[in-house]
Structures are given as structure tokens and as C-alpha cells.
């Protein structure tokens, strides 16, 4: 289960998240996923690009259309 780095597009801290080939739909890449920051101090969802290696291609801050799956960050 790869666990991925990266910044929060709404608040840019630091965050990390683990994700599987089960939580995107592989018909398209990059594929969406929603990521929930699950922290007290930002509590919002954007949406994540990944490729076919689950490496994070881009982000978007609204939730877009497309993901199948949220991921909560890690604490
Ligand atoms: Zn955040």
C-alpha cells in the first residue's frame, strides 16, 4: 500500500495518505481521488490526480468529478 507526500491545496501543510489500485477507477489517467486533510485546523476535501503508479500527477481544489473513494490524510 503505497503512502504518498504531498501539500494540502487549501491550506499547503504538509499532509500524507495511503492509496491502492482499489480506490481509483483505472478506465482513465490520471485518475481522481478525493482527498479528505483530517486535520482540525482545515477539515477539507480536493481532489487528487494519480497515475497508473498511483504517483500524484496534480490536484484541484474542488471536488471534481470522477473519484470513487475518499482517503482521510494521517495523522
Ligand atoms: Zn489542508
Redesign the pocket.
Known amino acids: 500500500m503505497p503512502l504518498r507526500f504531498n501539500f494540502?491545496p487549501?491550506?499547503n501543510?504538509k499532509?500524507r495518505f495511503k492509496i491502492e489500485k482499489e480506490d481509483i477507477d483505472p478506465s482513465q489517467y490520471p485518475a481522481p481521488v478525493y482527498i479528505y486533510?483530517n486535520?482540525k485546523s482545515?477539515g477539507?476535501l480536493s481532489t487528487f490526480y494519480v497515475d497508473s503508479l498511483l504517483r500524484v500527477s496534480y490536484k484541484e481544489l474542488e471536488k471534481k468529478a470522477g473519484a470513487i473513494k475518499t482517503i482521510e490524510t494521517q495523522k
Open positions: 494540502c487549501h491550506c501543510e499532509i486533510h486535520d482545515c477539507k
